[in-house]
């Protein structure tokens, strides 16, 4: 039963109010959703950009470095693809039959000219000429017994007590005997020159391969290999080509009596190896390939070449006297050949059209388009154009300063 009141009236219940804190938390949820569903559509524009040259177009400055060109002797130098090959080169081969006695040589050695290097059996060699030398001593005795004979036909021959015909046999006897005496001296002297050949020496100085034939073989002079071969290194060769259209500069400075020097490079052409001369030119070009050989020589004092060894040759033909040169970093390429950028002196530059010459190291003569004291750019060409501004940095940046620009030193007033 419900409660009654005082005057008889039932008491009606008020419904509950929501808190405070709650009705705060859902205003902030409500303003975050909308806050996030209008977010996309909101630009920020920022801060407006301040306005400079009003009316101008913007002019960018390009930093580069640049240098000057320069007047001067150029070396004209030709290049060359080589190979290089002994002055000389022998197989030793044995000149006469026998085994194999004696190796008295180094694998890879050094040899000089006339040095033993092997031996041959010699005994049988010292037997023949044993029986050559007998068999000369056996026909000299008998030529002196003829001689002796056809004095005395002689006398008899001045008392005409023997027939002339007597005497003219004697005489034809003694010929005779002087015919086989000397062919017996033949004999002899061919005995020792086989002897001689038991010794096998080199005939030239120079390095020694490997080793064809072990000792205890029997060698023949029919044998195509032979025993080693010595290449000459001291002084050494190198045979290289150059293209057909260099030929005449090569034989304008030889017909003038020049001796060429030659410059011998690794495979990578950065490490100077020997320095030589030009020695000879092919009688003939190469149809196949339009290029002529050459071969210079090298003292190669200190080894550094190697037969069969590739090397890059440089050959100094000319000389360029008073030619304006600049780094070859400067040259660029395009649609109309090749050009640079020349600095001027308002700070801009200038696409000036260039003919080359020569080139030597990182350095290239011009033969048109650029004089000497004008400064062509080096690094960060590939920003620039025609009248393009630029500044100039690096180490020849305050040297290549206009002198007009430079602030005055203020006067010492004390």
Do not use: C
Not at 105 to 126: C, N, S, W
Not at 186 to 208: C, E, F, H, M, W
């Amino acid at each position: 039963m419900k409660p009654e009141n005082s005057i008889g009236r039932t008491e009606k219940t008020e419904p509950k109010k929501p808190s405070h804190w709650l009705i705060w938390m859902l205003a902030i949820l409500a303003i975050g959703a909308a806050f996030l569903i209008a977010r996309p559509f909101i630009v920020d524009s920022g801060p407006p950009a301040p306005m400079v040259n009003a009316g101008k177009p913007s002019r960018n400055i390009t930093s580069v470095i640049a240098k000057a060109a320069v007047q001067g002797d150029l070396p004209v130098y030709l290049n060359g693809l080589g190979t290089v090959t002994g002055l000389r080169t022998v197989t030793v081969k044995s000149r006469v039959d026998g085994e194999l006695v004696k190796v008295s040589f180094k694998e890879g050695g050094l040899v000089k000219a006339g040095e033993v290097i092997a031996e041959i059996d010699p005994r049988p060699y010292q037997v023949q000429l044993m029986q050559a030398e007998g068999q000369l001593m056996r026909d000299e005795a008998l030529l002196k017994n003829a001689e002796l004979d056809f004095q005395r036909y002689q006398t008899l021959l001045e008392q005409d007590s023997i027939a002339a015909q007597q005497a003219a046999t004697q005489a034809a006897m003694v010929k005779q005997y002087q015919g086989i005496v000397a062919t017996d001296k033949a004999l002899v002297a061919n005995a020792k020159l086989q002897l001689d050949y038991a010794k096998i020496t080199a005939p030239i100085s120079g390095r020694l391969g490997l080793r064809m034939v072990d000792q205890g073989n029997i060698v023949k002079a029919s044998d195509t290999n032979g025993i080693v071969v010595i290449t000459q290194t001291q002084p050494i060769a190198v045979v290289f080509t150059l293209p057909e259209d260099q030929v005449p500069a090569v034989m304008k400075q030889l017909h003038a009596g020049k001796t060429l020097a030659l410059e011998a490079f690794d495979r990578s052409g950065k490490n100077q190896l020997a320095q030589g001369t030009l020695l000879a030119v092919d009688n003939q070009i190469d149809l196949n390939t339009g290029t002529v050989k050459l071969k210079g020589q090298f003292a190669n004092d200190d080894t550094a070449l190697f037969a069969n060894q590739f090397v890059n040759i440089k050959m100094q033909v000319d000389t360029l006297h008073d030619a304006v040169i600049i780094p070859s970093a400067a040259v660029q390429t395009g649609n109309a050949g090749t050009f640079v950028y020349v600095v001027k002196d308002d700070q801009t530059v200038s696409v000036r059209n260039v003919r080359l010459g020569a080139v030597y190291q990182d350095q290239v003569a011009v033969l048109e388009g650029v004089q000497a004291n004008e400064r062509v750019v080096v690094e960060g060409a590939d920003k620039l154009r025609e009248d393009a501004k630029v500044k100039l940095i690096g180490r020849d940046a305050e040297a290549a300063t206009p002198v007009q620009n430079k602030p005055e030193r203020p006067k010492d007033t004390r």
